[in-house]
């Protein structure tokens, strides 16, 4: 069984080029569809890639009809595109997948949205047994590299480095409240990580109220003028700032009824704005955190760093999962010839069993079962061998050669030929 | 055979201190090597603490070796509770090369083998127990505050490398240090009344003075936290002042009685 993939991605096609191809899921299942006709199909469409990968059981022209798809999919940039496609065939194809599941083609190492991203591509698919077992395993690489390093674990964004800050101060951000100061959409999206992990915004501070109404009511949280900033400080376990006004938003002085009023509780300031909101003299009271957009930059630089060392660990499972695969490809090619061996030594072991019996006259029933029992033992027994020592042949790629020696010896299929 | 169990004890522990050095540079194989020697080093201590209790003929740890030796035990016993965890293994940092050279000074004062023959009252054995159980959980909390001060002060620098390492939140830390102080308290507190149950006149002397003194110290702290918030650096910077009294005044007016 032959695998192909065709496809496009940010190495080497820019976003123009690869915003005409990108296809949402109901379209990429009518497209699989199309494209299995008889064979299997997948095809997978993220911000930075759409692939597609068939599977057949006789020689065709795969990755011609697959880059065929795409540019038609491309339109008139069809002409464009064809030669930013790329096409990689079995081994290789399995082992960009696994690579793709796991976050290593990522802008980001370790991204986690690529792995639903290929769960949804499988299953609005058309699969059969090689794209099922290779998305199966795919999907299992992804989990195995997230699990087994930490090529996931940190932040790769300012708005995730900043929740990530908080919950190192705070632990679980659950009952705690977070007090956004201006509407932007740094805020915003802050606001939004934050909210995942369990926080509640209780208020947005902004100088028009009307836009931070709108922030206020998209997040739950109430608005409020920012002349009643301070007072909302004493009840804010985090503070994210990211206004456009040309001073300090919160200092020292205008902060410390509030910071008293806490007693001792910390409080984290994100400040995301430039120039800054907060006056980098709070982080010398107790208790008090303040962070900067260039400190927030600077962990998500170490985390990507930390990131990229923990990718050399997750291609050495990607590379292990992929000859798993090969090995089980390998096999595929001598399933026929061990089923065929089997089959042939039942037939013989029912055949002489029949003589036996004729010759002996009935036996009972539970003499019956057991002389059924020891014949198959014995034809489990002699064919368990030669069964592990084909399969593990085509692992080594001799298989196919094997399986032909295992067909002459037996005469397996002669009788068929002859007919 | 005590003599010969307190060197896997010693190693383990000494293996897992340097470990935990190695967790510093980032997670993973130090941090698990670490916590599987304070498993095992925590094993063979209560082998010897079993091996002690069957040979001894009365309470084997009345000298001030043994009660080191017992108390190194309970620390550690302590910090298992918590230490097995990935985000608590940092706190092996500050317990283990603590522990490790404790047990090493037990060993070189006699506390480890079986020669040791002191016959005190049962209740003074109690009373000897739990004062040593109050001052390891002591020990644990100023282990949890120095890890607090630690960690506060690289959220105060900014350390880009801060997420590298895996460290409790500072909020659990301070909750944990102070919960951990509490129950030191209630555990010396019952130490403290079982030592007055068998107090004769005359006995008073200098470490009873210095052990009530702690306890309203420790009592004192926990009251200012609950009522006038103090909490966070100044509580473990507090923690840590205790435990320096308790480890220099105690032993010092010990040796002097």
Known sequence: MKLALVGVSHHQAPVELRERVAVDLDTAASLARRLANGCEAVVLSTCNRTELYLACDHDSPLDERGGRALVDL?????????????????????????????????????????????????????TGPLLDRLFRQALYTGRRARV??????????????????????????????????????????????????????????????EHGEELASQVGARAIGLESLVAALADADVVVASTSAPGFVVDVAGAAPALRARRGRPILFVDLAVPRDIDPALSGVDGTFVYDIDDLEAVVEASLAGR??????????????????????????????????????????????????ARLGRMADDDRKLVEAVTSQIVAKLLHLPTIRLKEAAAAADGVVYADVVRHLFGLGEEEQQS | MAELLVWPALIAYGEAAFAYAGELRGPGLGGRLATWGVRIGWL??????????????????????????????????????????????????????????????????????????????????????LMLAGFAGLTLAAGMAVLYLWQERRLKRRDAQLLRLRVPPLEALDRLSARSALVSLLVLSCGIVVGLASFEQGDFDAAMAVTLGIWAVVATTLVLRREAGLRGRRFAVLLVLVLALVAVVLPLTHFAS
């Open chain 2, 44 to 129: 063979a201590q209560t082998a010897l603490l079993v091996v002690q209790a069957i040979d001894t003929e009365g309470f084997p740890w009345g000298t001030w070796a043994g009660a080191l030796n017992l108390f190194v035990w309970l620390v550690v016993g302590a910090y298992l509770i918590w230490g097995c965890r990935p985000r608590y293994r940092l706190l092996g940092l500050a317990v283990m090369p603590v522990a490790a050279a404790l047990l090493a000074a037990a060993w070189a004062g006699g506390g480890t083998g079986v020669a040791t023959r002191d016959e005190p009252g049962g209740l003074l054995a109690v009373h000897v127990g």
């Open chain 1, 74 to 126: 491309a339109g008139d940039e069809g002409a464009a595109l064809a030669p930013v496609l790329y096409r990689l065939r079995d081994d290789s194809a399995a082992l960009h997948l696994f690579r793709v599941s796991a976050g290593l083609d990522s802008l980001v190492p370790g991204e986690g949205e690529i792995l639903g991203q290929v769960r949804d591509a499988f299953e609005v698919g058309a």
């Open chain 1, 148 to 209: 087994e390093t930490a090529i996931g674990e940190s932040p790769a964004s300012v708005p995730a480095a900043a929740a990530a800050l908080a919950q190192q101060v705070f632990g679980s951000l659950e009952g705690h409240s977070v007090l956004l100061v201006g509407a932007g959409k740094m805020s915003e999206l802050t606001a939004r990580n934050l909210r995942s992990r369990g926080a509640t915004i209780s208020a947005v501070a902004n100088r028009t109220l």
């Open chain 1, 308 to 357: 990229r060392s923990e990718a050399l660990r997750a291609e050495r499972i990607v590379a292990s999962e992929a000859e798993r695969f090969r090995e089980w490809q390998a096999s595929l090619a001598v399933v026929p010839a061990i089923a065929s061996l089997r089959a042939h030594a039942e037939e013989i072991r029912a055949t002489e069993l029949a003589k036996a019996e």
